[in-house]
């Protein structure tokens, strides 16, 4: 929902930091971070391309998911 997507935005203020050099995530809780905002917001996220790009950053995620949010209402 785009409320959710707004709170998800809001706590991504200063979304700079980098998910595992920052904030300490491994490789698993970076996907069951992703897999959680696929189900919270009804959204089907490139995974494998998001695992693969450069530093994940909170921001970042922020931005995959409002993308798919925009992509797959249409």
């Known amino acids: 929902s785009s409320a959710g997507l707004g709170r998800f935005l809001a706590a991504a203020d200063g979304g700079d930091a980098a998910l595992a050099r920052d904030l300490g995530f491994d490789s698993v809780r970076i996907l069951e971070l992703l897999l959680a905002c696929e189900e919270t917001f009804s959204v089907a996220l490139p995974i494998e ?19 798919h949010l925009r992509t797959d209402a249409t």
């Open 49 to 67: 391309e998001i695992l693969a790009g450069p530093l994940l950053t909170v921001l970042g995620v922020a931005r995959h998911v409002a993308a």
